[in-house]
């Protein structure tokens, strides 16, 4: 009689297979992957021929240094992953988490105007505390996160507010707004810019994809327009290009204020009525119960209550 039941299917295949795909997956290396699971070359070698067979593809494929993942291998990532932790939780129980004896690498995603504010602290933090951990940052933005903490490729967001699914969970560590950011010795001034001061000079635009932002909204509304002498996707870029440009930028006021203060530029209110915004700590479901999950996200709630005044 044909059956549905999952754990009757499973009953023909031997899931070491998927430990030594998990492994391949990370290491992309046959040799590292044997060192690490304590096989043989060859013994690896097989299991990935019976993987190959399992899954009717080559799952991976020569590349310099090692082996690169196939469309499918990708795909699969994710699934076995989360599959194989459940399975050491349900065996084993929750892992605890000692940070003190910890060597936990926290690998985070967020932009680097986020991490300008919370980067130096929240190594201070964690090394203090967890000496022998580590904190791994990748470039992210609202629109990427997701996909980075569903990969696998982070354990934890920090971004502003999104329509965030069901599978991403979230805690608010701030409330943030725009300011302009500008040098005053390439500028020759100080203090705040009117409206008609802020559409005359240069702009230098912050967009991940060099099109537009949220100024050139504002601004359509109410029928103007600014000079766009440059565009680019990274924040900590904009501190070099005012000091070769008499121009102003516009970007999230946390931002502005550590490049005012780290090197001597003028931090003001935009005079146009741009929305503020939330940024929140995220991480995915799936690894809701875990205890370094639990303990890293309170240390972003403490660094984000100790910078921003007025944190939750």
Known sequence: MATDDPIIDLRGHDLNLLVVFAVLMREQNVTRTAGQLHMSQA?????????RRLFGDPL?????????PTAKARRLQVPVRRGLDSLKV????????????SSTVFRLGMSDDLEALLLPGLIAQVTATSPDSSVFCLQANRMTIAGLLESGQVEFGVSAAAAWGPEIH??????????????PRTLRRRGPLTLDEYVALPHVMISADGTRGIVDEVL???????????????????????ASSPAIATMPRHAAEVFATQLGLEVCEPPVDLPQFTVSALWHRSSAED????????????????????SP
């Open 170 to 183: 979230s805690r608010t560590l701030f409330a943030s707004r725009y300011a302009c950011l500008y040098d």
């Open 220 to 242: 359509d509304s109410e029928n103007l327009t600014r000079r766009r002498i440059a565009s680019t996707a990274h924040f900590a870029m904009v501190p070099l290009l005012l």
């Open 43 to 51: 013994a690896v070698s097989a299991a990935l021929g019976r993987l």
């Open 90 to 101: 349900a065996i084993a129980g929750e892992p605890a988490f000692d940070p003190e004896h």
């Open 291 to 310: 205890p370094r999950v639990r303990w890293l996200v309170g240390q972003l709630c403490t660094l984000a209550h100790r910078l921003v005044p007025g």
């Open 60 to 68: 991976f494929v020569r590349a310099p240094g090692g082996m690169a």
